[in-house]
């Protein structure tokens, strides 16, 4: 296996143990995929759940560029919803994860299509 199937078998382990969400796979690997070199990355791998400057770029850089959403609050309690479902406690919350989360949230699966 590839590094990168290596990865999306832990975001999907992630999604069935912390999320309790069954991962549709192609989805997950689309947007692992879309995430780009930033998986590889220790940090840039992880959403910083606790820092408004990280909600910030998600917002920006992923819900409205990326998804084509509105900017809004409805951004940002989705941003937080989705947080809550990965787990406050849990530290590492994978990009990929919580983009797929997101994705799932709004709808947005034809982005990936």
Do not use: W
């Amino acid at each position: 296996m590839s590094k990168r199937d290596d990865l999306i078998a832990k975001y999907a382990d992630d999604l069935q143990t912390k999320c309790k969400i069954e991962p549709d796979l192609a989805l997950l690997t689309k947007v692992t995929i879309g995430c780009g070199p930033v998986i590889y990355n220790a940090d840039s791998s992880l959403v910083a759940g606790s820092d408004p400057e990280e909600i910030q770029r998600v917002k920006n850089n992923f819900l409205m560029k990326k998804l084509g959403l509105a900017d809004g609050p409805q951004l940002t309690d989705a941003v937080t919803a989705v947080l809550n479902t990965y787990g406050q406690a849990e530290r590492n919350k994978h990009r990929a994860v919580v983009y797929y989360l997101l994705v799932k949230h709004f709808g947005k699966e034809s982005v990936y299509a």
